[in-house]
């Protein structure tokens, strides 16, 4: 792949978007290798963490204009970058966005499926597409769902950007650093979420992601077929065991 590097080390998949030259926008080629990082990531069970990030001084800009200005990126490839996208919300590994500059249109709807966004104070993030005569894509249904109408109307009517620490008070980002920390502080929160046990992990960001889609009792039926598998698990049975012996200690 030219357009996107992934390098798979034990439990850590490190996804890079890899055109820096035009600040990681996608053209048709990118959402091929898009595609198929997602399809690689779902076929390695060992993965428990795949951290997604830009090369240069950007997390992606989203689409590549002079691409679909030229006419060689159409539908067919926006719904192609929308199904990788529902690809990862659906998968049961955590993704973590180390959003390290420029976070615009799809990449900023690229981020929105990732389960954690850690955003350097220097990105800027938006969503420009009404002045493309374009639509976000599916982030005008996950956006209002994470940040709320009134903010997620602000982003997508205006089309304009908004800095990082107006991004974590909208609750847009989880989290900002300094740029100057940033990958620091982004190998920091990897190593939180490996070390939580991957059973709960795993159920909690399935069961997390079905929030808004099920009516309570159907959801409390998930959740209760989720929680028989963590508490069999052996990955419980350890945490038991270690709560048994600092009590003993």
Not at 140 to 158: D, F, Q
Not at 165 to 182: I, K, M, Q, S
Request: charged share 30%.
């Amino acid at each position: 792949m030219r357009t996107i590097r992934l390098v798979v080390e034990g439990a850590v998949a490190r996804v890079t978007l890899d055109r820096p030259e035009v600040l990681n926008a996608g053209n048709e080629e990118w959402v091929r290798d898009l595609g198929e990082v997602v399809a690689r990531i779902a076929r390695a069970p060992d993965v428990r963490v795949v951290v997604l990030t830009g090369a240069g001084r950007a997390f992606s800009t989203g689409v590549d204009l002079d691409a679909l200005a030229s006419g060689s990126f159409g539908l067919a490839d926006f719904v192609a970058w929308e199904d990788a996208m529902v690809a990862i919300e659906r998968m049961d590994r955590l993704f973590v966005a180390g959003i390290n500059g420029h976070c615009l249109g799809g990449g900023l709807q690229l981020a929105l499926v990732c389960d954690y966004r850690l955003a350097s104070d220097a990105a800027r993030l938006g969503l420009p597409a009404v002045k493309e005569c374009l639509i976000p894509s599916m982030s005008l249904y996950r956006l209002p769902r994470l940040i709320g109408g009134a903010r997620a109307r602000e982003l997508i009517l205006l089309g304009e950007p908004i800095d990082a620490p107006t991004a974590e008070r909208y609750g847009l980002v989880n989290r900002t650093v300094a740029a100057a920390d940033f990958e620091r502080e982004l190998d920091a929160t990897v190593q939180k979420f490996l070390a939580l046990p991957p059973a709960s992990v795993r159920a909690s960001k399935v069961l997390a992601a079905r929030a808004f889609d099920l009516e309570f009792d159907a959801f409390r039926r998930e959740m209760e077929t989720h929680f028989k598998v963590c508490l069999d698990s052996d990955e419980h049975k350890r945490a038991m065991d270690a709560i048994r012996a600092r009590r003993k200690a």
